[in-house]
């Protein structure tokens, strides 16, 4: 099965997960700093700034991209939510 | 109290500066705001008009229930035709409930709201299926009314994502939104003539605005350097008589009190338990002891059976971390925990390091459903709890003094790092 090694850069952590994985499904596990809202892609509190790996996440969606404009997102920002993994990457609580 | 003025018995609009009316509506007999807050002479619902020489802007609305009493005072000096701007500076339903019908009514009005705004409007207006175009603004962007200039400033949180202020810049007349409002229900309608209402302003903040406290900073630092001849909330008195007091009172209230007390570069960890048998009081002592091993921790302790939820509610607020103790009974954790847990929506834990640990008799789910509660507090719970059979035995009380150890170093950044996990082996 393809794996992703996500790193987690506030607690300087890194898990090896299955490709397709939500962040939001390692990243509470593991006690990164990322907080939740409504976990549907709705309210943008889990957004997050991806430091390396853009492309080693699944593409925004349409609604997520109109979430991250409302919440005032910058560059390399994504929700935790929604972005799965397909490769490795890089993150931290914005 | 002193006879309201003819003019609000009259549903006639209220001129307080040349141009600028009060158009709100008075709501005296509730008691009970919001679920959450206690109204003891109810509230006002304030909205404004300020004529311009090329037109006229509405600032706020009111709930729906008050539209009459709102629309009768904006007939008394605009016609709807003259409407040319619409601000809201919040969506909540009561300060956008006369809206739909203010739209309807003033065809020729543009909606500005604030960014974050739009996805509320949408929920709002959606029993009614209507949409209405609208501009959205930020800090800096500007509205003309001929010889009068609104400016918008950015000051989200406060207590929605959505809520802005709206300056006036000619007269200096701030209408803040929910900012430095109260529920305060007095016809009087300035602060220099209503009675004494301190305690319905602390109240407020303490309840709409503490949990905010950063944004507030943040607000007040454009805020402040603004030339303030008025505020005008959007509940409570209008604030004409040294407005800069409650500018300078809001931010003494946003400010730590902890600041100070211990050193800039100490983490401040306080450790809450309750205990039957004394077992989970002894993991507290062991996981403290631990914890006070890590330079730059100020450690305290708490027995829960001995304190009541409001003073603990004030020490959480300024704390690094927390970690709670408590035995499992029947499945649960303890009433009190639930309690000083359950009290926490006016302070803002996000980020903050959490922790549970205690003593049980056969199945111990306290731990884990207290450290569930913190996630969803959105604070960080970087260590699994420790959980203890009844009486801790000499390596058990060992593994909580390293618990303590551990979760001081996490918290003061010194915890060993680089580890690299499989998704399979979390919890």
Request: hydrophobic fraction near 40%.
């Amino acid at each position: 099965m393809a794996k992703g090694k996500v790193t987690f850069e506030d607690i300087d952590t890194t898990v090896n997960v299955p490709a397709g994985t939500r962040l939001i499904e390692v990243s509470e596990k593991v006690g990164a700093g990322i907080i939740y809202g409504c976990r549907e892609g709705d309210c943008g509190t889990c957004m997050m700034h991806v430091v390396e790996g853009w492309n080693n996440l699944s593409e925004p969606s349409v609604l997520e991209q109109k979430v991250l404009k409302e919440n005032m997102a910058g560059r390399h920002d994504r929700l935790a939510c929604q972005a799965q993994v397909i490769g490795d990457c890089v993150v931290k609580p914005t | 109290m002193a006879e309201p003025p003819a003019a609000l018995n009259s549903g006639h609009a209220i001129e307080f500066a040349p141009g600028v009316h009060w158009i709100g509506a008075l709501d005296p007999t509730l008691r009970t705001f919001d679920i959450i807050l206690k109204t003891a002479n109810g509230t006002s619902y304030n909205a404004y008009l300020i004529r311009g020489s090329e037109g006229v802007a509405i600032v706020d609305t009111v709930k729906a229930s008050f539209s009459e009493d709102f629309f009768a005072r904006l007939e008394s000096v605009a016609s709807y035709d003259e409407v040319k701007v619409i601000v809201l500076n919040h969506l909540e339903p009561d300060h956008s409930g006369a809206l739909p019908e203010l739209m309807r009514r003033a065809p020729n009005a543009k909606l500005y709201i604030s960014t974050r705004a739009t996805s509320m409007l949408k929920a709002l207006l959606k029993p009614d299926g209507e949409r209405f175009d609208y501009t959205t603004v930020g800090t800096g962007d500007t509205v003309s009314l001929g010889d009068r200039t609104l400016r918008f400033l950015h000051t989200p949180f406060l207590h929605w994502p959505d809520t802005q202020c709206t300056y006036l810049e000619e007269q200096g007349v701030l209408f803040s939104g929910d900012v430095f409002g109260c529920h305060y229900c007095d016809a009087r309608l300035f602060n220099d003539k209503v009675g004494d209402f301190r305690f319905s302003f602390d109240y407020y903040y303490a309840h709409i605005m503490r949990p905010f406290k950063q944004w507030v900073l943040e607000a007040l630092a454009i805020i402040e350097p603004l030339k303030l001849n008025m505020i005008a909330p959007t509940h409570g008195p209008i604030l004409r008589d040294r407005p800069r007091r409650y500018v300078a009172h809001y931010r003494e209230l946003s400010s730590s009190s902890l600041a100070g007390r211990i050193s800039d570069d100490e983490r401040s960890l306080i450790i809450f338990y309750m205990s039957s048998y004394g077992n989970t009081a002894r993991m507290a002592e062991a996981i403290a002891t631990g914890a006070e091993q890590v330079e730059g921790v100020r450690v305290s302790l708490y027995d829960l059976e001995g304190g009541e939820v409001e003073p603990f509610v004030d020490l959480i607020e300024e704390a690094d971390a927390l970690l709670f103790g408590s035995p499992t009974i029947n499945g649960d954790a303890v009433k009190p925990v639930w309690d000083l847990l359950s009290s926490l929506a006016v302070l803002n834990l996000v980020g903050k390091l959490g922790g549970a640990f205690g003593s049980y008799g056969w199945s111990g789910e306290a731990v884990r459903m207290i450290e569930d509660r913190m996630r969803g507090l959105k604070m960080r719970v970087p260590l699994k709890g420790v959980r203890v059979k009844l009486i801790p035995s000499d390596e058990e009380l060992a593994v909580c003094d390293t618990f303590g150890r551990e979760f001081a170093l996490e918290l003061t950044g010194q915890r060993a790092g680089g580890k690299v996990v499989d998704m399979a082996d979390l919890a």
